[in-house]
């Protein structure tokens, strides 16, 4: 394993996540709003806010990943992502990452258990992106 590495269980990256969640309803209703104020009160096609809530959690998440490796809810909780191969966080691993922890969204965490199993324990999202956590 990787010296930088730290091992962040599921309960921590949960806690993490919820912090993260209540930052990200002030984006939604921002994104929202404006949305709405663009097309003059109102936005008649259904598919237009789902598309705005998961393009708008992707940029929140990339931009704080790629611009310091942590969000605030990380950073409250002390880890932040790093690049397993010594390079920066590309949009390339943040999108993996990101349509990788909506999958374990999905799953209802099953996909973290993995990091039990695997042998630097890393989970889905981990694992396939090539990123890790360290501790700040």
Do not use: H
């Amino acid at each position: 394993m990787n010296n930088k590495s730290y091992i962040v269980f599921p309960l921590r990256r949960i806690a993490a996540s919820v912090y993260d969640l209540f930052l990200l309803l002030g984006v939604w209703f921002a994104v929202g709003s404006f949305a709405v104020w663009i097309n003059g009160g109102i936005i008649q096609t259904k598919w237009v806010g789902p598309i705005l809530v998961i393009l708008s959690t992707w940029i929140f998440y990339g931009y704080f990943w790629m611009n310091g490796g942590k969000t605030l809810g990380m950073a409250v909780w002390n880890f932040e992502i790093y690049s397993t191969n010594g390079g920066n966080i590309t949009l390339q691993k943040v999108t993996i990452r990101f349509f990788c922890n909506v999958l374990t969204i999905l799953l209802i965490g099953i996909p973290l258990v993995m990091m039990y199993f695997s042998k630097n324990n890393l989970s889905f999202s981990d694992y396939l992106s090539k990123t890790s956590y360290k501790k700040i």
